[in-house]
Each structure stands twice: as C-alpha cells, then as structure tokens.
C-alpha cells in the first residue's frame, strides 16, 4: 500500500505513534510519506519505504496568520496524485482530519482517510465552539476513525456527539527502545546513592499533568524513604513546578533534567512511575516505562486505567489525592515480593494487549479495507 501520514512531528505521544506506526509499516514494505511541518524526530537516519515531504508556509507580509492548514492541504493532495496514494492517516483531529478531507477535494482522487484522535484535540478543543463544528466535521467526513482508548472513544461521543462509528485502537511502543535493564552506571553518574529509591515522572510540563500532585505525592515518599525524582520534559508548568519542590522543601532532590532524548535511559534508573494527570486519554509513558520494567501509579482520568490495571500492574489514585499515591508508593518501594508480581504481571498485560505487531495488525488491517483496487 501507498500510505501517507500527517502529524505534528515534534516531540509528543501523537507524534511519536504517527511515526513509530509508519515505520512499521515501511518494514513490512508499504510505501510510506510523512507530510509533515518538519520530519518527525523518531526519524533519525534514512529508512527504506520512507519519504518525508516537508511543508513550508507562505510567510507573505498580507497574512496575519500564515495559512498552515490551507498550505498542508495543497501539500498532501500533491502527494496523493504524485505518489497514488491509497490511503492518508490523519493524527489529531485539529486541523489535520479536516486538511485531509480538504485535501482529497483538491486532489479529486478518491483515497481513503484514517483519522485518529489522540485526546486533547477533543477532551480540550472539543469544548472549543470556535473548532466544535470543524472537528465533527472531520470525524464524520473521514472514512475510518479510531481513538487511542475506550475513555477518549466515550467521551468523543459525549462532547462532539458524531455521526459516526469511532474505533478504539491502543497505542504501542517500539519495543527495541525501552529494554528492562538496570542502569546502576547512569544512577552513579548522577550521584544517586545505591540505597535510595527514585521516582520518575515525564511530560510535556502542561497544566493537565498536575505535576504539583506528583512532586507533593514525592515530598510524602521521602518523608519516609531515602529518594530522589526525576522530572524529565519541559513546558509552561515548568518553573511554577520548581518553585512548588523548593516551597515544599524538596528541591534539592528533585532533578530537573529537560528534555531528553534517549528517555529509556532514565527509566531504567527508576523505581516507580507517576502520572497524576486531570486529563489523559491513553499515557503513553506508562507502556514506556512498564516496558522498561518499571511499575507506575497513575490517577483514574481518561484512559489511564485502561492501561494500569489496579492492583495488578499498578495503582490507580482518584486525581489529586497525594497521600493514597504516596501510600501506595510507599507499599511498592518497601515490598519487593509485591514488586516483582506487579513486574511479572504487567510483562505479560503489556504484551497481550498492546505489542506493536498486534496494534500493527489492526492499522494495517484498517488501512487494507480502504484501499480501492
Ligand atoms: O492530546 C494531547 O495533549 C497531545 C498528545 C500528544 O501529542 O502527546 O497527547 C495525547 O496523545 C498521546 C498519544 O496518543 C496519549 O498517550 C496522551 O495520553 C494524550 N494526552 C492527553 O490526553 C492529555
């Protein structure tokens, strides 16, 4: 097949599934066209069966706002004809679905769309009146949708109440890159002692995160525990989130470490994972971090618990209740058996329900019902 694929390739779990599912697809020989702003940054070296088509905007000084959404458009209807395109996948419903709606118009060619939402572009922008009507029109007017979870799928019908049937299609993660091993050497290098226990926690620094909750249910841990956390990522939260640790007066081990690339790595340094979030439609840093070996305590937003099972792979907390997650963080740091059943059991859920060749199955079993001749 002749897939093309639109995302916001900057760093971000919609991104970083757009482009690991490409590459997926380009192993198993399927021709694959990112037209994206930039080339996806999971794309590091060249790699067979893939094109990258970059979009560049018409900065002309009439415009206030430069026409990204228009430009993409005229962009992937030039990939369509050019390359025969067979099917378009469009990640995010904003603008990305209703570029490729409009850009199959251009084309005037027949190819089948895939869009699939990802979380904020409804759990957010769907309350937006100034986009409501455009991301229904997206979803109604693309031939396949899916959702990352059952939670974002619910609450798709609930807000934008489409006409429309939404599928739910996990996420996955490339299994090669969060490999289960101890990296005592990198704990050394960042002069973590051998007896303390460290907690991570990575995003993009944005409100819904409630990174607050994450560093107050820390503060409660080491109370009790030797320990240290990792933040890893950046965003507007970010030096409000430094100011809270110093408040609390945990600042001195609280590691603020950025952005990073090479995100295994510093799992493979922790005890624990926390994603305290009001909002999260699926969390993909939880099947990074279980992949990697690490147990995660996570809140009962979204589709968060679609992906820890309680007190089977990990703790669930009500959003914002630090002291139930810093008890039961407490619980796993301090239980080794309990650890390692917990370790044990999401190794065999992660990989029943969201290993990358059955989450490939289902795209390329998706995309196939699409394809005209
Ligand atoms: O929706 C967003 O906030 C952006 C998006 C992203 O690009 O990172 O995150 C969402 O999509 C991810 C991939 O499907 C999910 O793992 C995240 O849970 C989801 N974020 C939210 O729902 C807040």
Redesign the pocket.
């Known amino acids: 097949m002749k897939i093309g694929i639109t995302c916001?390739p900057t760093m971000?779990?919609?991104?970083?599934?757009a482009t690991e599912l490409g590459i997926k697809m380009a192993e198993r020989g399927h021709d694959v066209h990112f037209i994206t702003s930039n080339t996806p940054f999971r794309i590091q070296f060249q790699m067979p069966n893939i094109t990258i088509h970059q979009v560049d905007v018409n900065q002309y000084s009439v415009f206030q706002y430069p026409p990204y959404d228009i430009t993409l458009a005229t962009k992937i209807a030039e990939v369509i004809n050019v390359y025969d395109l067979d099917v378009l996948h469009m990640h995010?419903a904003v603008p990305h679905a209703i570029c490729g709606i409009l850009a199959r118009q251009i084309a005037r060619k027949d190819v089948g769309i895939v869009t699939t939402l990802?979380?904020?572009?409804i759990?957010?922008l769907g309350y937006d009146s100034t986009l409501k009507g455009a991301i229904k029109f997206g979803i109604e007017e693309s031939d396949i949708v899916t959702s990352?979870s059952n939670a974002?799928t619910q609450e798709t019908y609930d807000i934008i109440a489409p006409d429309k049937e939404i599928n739910t299609v996990y996420?996955f993660i490339n299994e090669k890159d969060f490999e289960p091993i101890d990296n005592k050497a990198l704990r050394a290098c960042y002069g973590i002692p051998d007896d303390y226990k460290v907690l991570i926690h990575v995003s993009?620094f944005?409100k819904?995160k409630r990174i607050q909750d994450v560093i107050k249910t820390f503060s409660l841990v080491r109370a009790k525990l030797k320990s240290k956390l990792i933040l890893l990522g950046d965003g507007p939260e970010l030096s409000k989130m430094r100011s809270y640790a110093k408040k609390l007066g945990v600042l001195d081990d609280v590691m603020f470490l950025g952005k990073q690339d090479k995100v295994a790595s510093y799992y493979q340094m922790a005890d624990l994972f926390l994603l305290m979030?009001e909002?999260?439609?699926?969390?993909?840093?939880l099947l990074e971090a279980m992949h990697t070996g690490v147990v995660c305590i996570g809140t009962t937003a979204?589709?968060i618990q679609e992906v820890i099972k309680h007190n089977e792979t990990g703790f669930i907390v009500d959003v914002g209740d630090t002291v139930q997650a810093s008890e039961y963080a407490i619980e796993l740091l301090t239980n080794d058996n309990l650890y390692s059943k917990f370790q044990d059991a999401m190794q065999i859920d992660i990989n029943k329900r969201f290993h990358s060749t059955i989450i490939t199955d289902q795209y390329e079993a998706i995309y196939q019902s699409l394809v005209k001749n």
Not at 12 to 17: L, P, Q
């Open positions: 916001y971000g779990g919609s991104g970083i599934i995010y990802h979380g904020t572009d759990t957010v990352v974002l996420n993009n944005r819904v979030s909002k999260e439609s699926f969390g993909l840093v979204g589709g």
